[in-house]
């Protein structure tokens, strides 16, 4: 099909849905453009830094998106085509490559009109197809609670994605930026979930290839889309003395250029205030109001040579006095995602704090387009070899893949890369005894160091020196320790024990993949006996439940690639064989499905009514345990079931019936004979819920201590009218607070609000319910 054929294919069969009537009453952006105004201006940008004034393949894109989206609106009224164009001048920004932008203007067009991506790759080549191929498969990556499984395996294809060629990457955060840009047209619950999609997922990427020209802006719009109220007010506090700070700032701008051109030093000197997201994060992880933070203000000083840095740092500290402890050497030791530069925080004239950044002009342009560095005014990337400053910024990338083969469960994975996502974390730089540097999550200890070294090291470590005096292994390591591992040939492995104290993503997907291995074989033994057992108490074996398309159906719904890591989930806990039992009960009841006659119905409903279940009536709510009559029915206290958790009966001597929840700890370590007796069971409460009873709960919360924690721990429960029963309070010597805390709720949701109300707090680092 040639080009002119697709143009007029895409007009007879434009398959994205038109906006009704009313969509389009809605007003259009006050800085409104034409396509052909906003072209104009991607080709001013590209001709300012591409030294080929051949712009051919960028014109040929443009026309083919603009025919094929011709038809199309988005929500805010304007043609379509507005939003492609808009990404290529996002990527134009960043300096990249012609085939960049080329295929940021048809990103959209496989996906939304009868553009195939043979026809992509005849018109524009190889190079495009494949860019506009791996975006148009990450698609929309589902941020929903209950959909766990989906978004993990979105990231899976998106770092698979990235893998096969980063601008992929760099094409999909322009689309994120500029979506964001325009988010206040969508609905509030979808400007909600777009938000706090940017800030979990693609604001941490940008930060992570060390783009920051793009990060920033995302951080901001997410917050000013999450927390509006927190936005408004960093707003009106920053802008409330604007004059005087913007004077403050262009005074020592003039009096640091001016000491330089005196010391024979040339560059470039600036001021600003900082982001607003920057400001919020110090705000939250350093508990400070906006008038203690001492970097809200930043000077920055881009020189030519790394020894002109740090002739400006002495003069610089020459001239103002340094605060202590708030000078950061990242030229030395660059960030994960290469970013250098030497920050120091300094006291002005009149006594105000603002810090300053020294750098070259190639730290500044790897500061503000990061990985996307490698393509300026690149020609033709394929077989192109990868420099080292690329290389090292990919590190991540092939840690992530390499997580992403070792697990097999799909929540794990989500859980390991989120946290290594997490935008609020800080790192703490420590030395091997070679010198060389491991960046390490802060509060790390030895156990993280060890496995950031090698798998190998970490399993066989037995102890650990630092600055040559021997540490616990719960050791928080501190910027500048130097690190020995001692390691044993004898060692029997690491200790789950372990994985209550490591804080790198890295060591945790490590320790527990030795686990796995280890213990593979007995768990997957372990599992099939569980589910055996549980199957043949609900009257089935386990045989005629475990067709291949039935398991197929449970790995699909929990993440797992194949039937063995299911039985090993199973034997080691981390999946509830009731759970896939009732999964495999449910694909074989759809399967054998038969109509029943009138005669059958009958004498199903005389078979139920001659054994009726027991329905507990001791006023603790009603609990039907199947199969029993005369039996008295109590709540076990080891894990507190409440209405809502899957609960199971256990026959006790001379007590009548226990009910337990299905996790239990006792339950999950029962013998086989002891497993014998569990009945089934489930919960029959009152339909209004004012009247329903109240369940005992305990929980475990777990923060950094801080004045007025116990204050807004407390004021989470007096807000919902619940009553702390007990609270038992410990401290470490690390500061890490421990609180037990025992209240009363109705069911699992009202306590899921509780625990999601409190893990908000700031300084809390996890919330958990005791599981016996």
Request: charged letters at 30%; a neutral charge.
């Amino acid at each position: 099909m040639a080009a002119q054929n697709i143009h007029e294919e895409a007009k007879k069969a434009n398959k994205k849905v038109l906006l009704t009537e009313a969509d389009q009453e809605l007003p259009k952006p006050d800085n409104f453009s034409t396509p052909e105004e906003l072209y104009a201006e991607l080709e001013r940008t590209v001709l300012k830094y591409h030294p080929s004034g051949d712009l051919t393949l960028i014109r040929k894109a443009y026309e083919l998106a603009r025919d094929v989206h011709k038809d199309q609106k988005r929500k805010s009224g304007e043609p379509y085509v507005i939003h492609p164009i808009c990404v290529a001048i996002i990527l134009a920004d960043l300096e990249l490559d012609k085939e960049t932008i080329a295929a940021g203007l048809l990103h959209d067009v496989v996906e939304d009109t009868p553009v195939t991506n043979e026809d992509v790759r005849r018109e524009f080549g190889g190079e495009v197809e494949l860019i506009v191929d791996g975006v148009t498969k990450l698609g929309q990556i589902g941020y929903k609670a209950d959909k766990i499984e989906t978004q993990a395996e979105n990231l899976r294809k998106m770092f698979l994605a990235m893998a096969r060629d980063i601008r992929v990457i760099l094409v999909k955060l322009a689309d994120r930026l500029h979506n964001m840009r325009t988010l206040q047209y969508m609905r509030p619950e979808k400007q909600q979930e777009k938000a706090r999609e940017t800030m979990d997922i693609y604001s941490p990427l940008a930060q992570r290839l060390g783009i920051s020209k793009i990060k920033t802006e995302l951080d901001d719009l997410a917050l000013m889309y999450l927390k509006p109220e927190v936005y408004d007010n960093l707003v009106r506090q920053v802008d409330a003395r604007k004059e005087q700070r913007e004077a403050f700032v262009e005074g020592i701008v003039k009096e640091v250029r001016s000491n330089l051109e005196k010391s024979g030093i040339s560059g470039e000197v600036n001021g600003r205030v900082k982001h607003f997201f920057s400001i919020y994060k110090k705000m939250v992880t350093q508990d400070k109001s906006i008038d203690q933070i001492y970097d809200l203000f930043a000077v920055r000083i881009i020189v030519n040579s790394v020894q002109d840095c740090y002739a400006s740092l002495g003069i610089i500290h020459e001239m103002y006095k340094p605060v202590p402890g708030r000078f950061k050497d990242y030229i030395a030791m660059p960030k994960q995602n290469m970013y250098q530069s030497l920050h120091t925080t300094l006291i002005g004239p009149s006594g105000t704090p603002f810090e300053i950044q020294i750098r070259t002009w190639e730290m500044h342009r790897t500061a503000e387009f990061g990985i996307a560095a490698h393509w300026k005014y690149k020609e033709a990337s394929y077989g192109r070899k990868v420099d080292d400053q690329e290389e090292a910024k990919l590190v991540w990338l092939r840690q992530i893949l390499e997580w992403q083969q070792d697990t097999s469960d799909n929540k794990e994975f989500l859980s390991i890369v989120k946290s290594d996502l997490d935008l609020f974390s800080e790192n703490v730089y420590c030395f091997s005894p070679a010198g060389d540097v491991k960046v390490l999550p802060f509060g790390s200890c030895p156990v993280d160091f060890a496995y950031s070294i090698h798998s190998a090291i970490g399993n066989k470590m037995i102890g650990a020196r630092v600055n040559g005096k021997l540490v616990p292994i719960e050791y928080r390591l501190r910027n500048g320790d130097r690190v020995e591992i001692l390691i044993s040939q004898n060692s029997k492995g690491p200790s789950r024990d372990w994985l209550n104290i490591v804080k790198s993503s890295q060591a945790r997907t490590k320790i527990n993949q030795w686990f796995r291995a280890e213990l593979k074989n007995e768990n997957i033994e372990r599992g099939k006996e569980l589910l055996t057992l549980s199957a043949r108490q609900k009257g089935y074996s386990l045989p005629e439940l475990t067709k291949t398309e039935y398991q197929e159906g449970v790995m699909q719904k929990y993440g797992f690639k194949d039937w063995e890591s299911v039985l090993a989930a199973v034997g080691h806990g981390g999946l509830k064989e009731n759970q896939v039992i009732n999964k495999l009960i449910d694909q074989h009841e759809k399967d054998n499905k038969k109509k029943e006659t009138d005669e059958e119905i009958l004498k199903a409903a005389q078979a139920a009514h001659d054994k009726l279940p027991l329905v507990s009536r001791s006023g603790r709510g009603g609990i039907i345990v199947k199969g029993i009559h005369d039996l008295a029915v109590h709540f076990a206290k080891c894990c507190s079931p409440i209405p809502g958790d899957e609960i199971v009966g256990y026959v006790t001597r001379g007590r009548g019936v226990t009910v337990h929840r299905t996790d239990c700890v006792n339950i999950m370590n029962m013998s086989e004979e002891e497993r014998e007796r569990l009945m089934e069971a489930e919960w029959q409460l009152p339909e209004d819920e004012k009247n329903a009873t109240a369940y005992a709960v305990e929980i475990s919360v777990y923060a950094d201590n801080r004045t007025g924690l116990l204050v807004d721990i407390s004021r989470t429960f007096s807000d919902r009218k619940i009553d702390i029963g007990n609270m038992n309070v410990r401290l470490s010597k690390q500061g890490t607070a421990t609180l037990e805390i025992s209240f009363s709720v109705h069911s699992v949701k009202e306590l899921e609000t509780v625990l999601g109300e409190l893990k908000k707090i700031n300084s809390i680092i996890d919330v958990t319910r005791k599981v016996g």
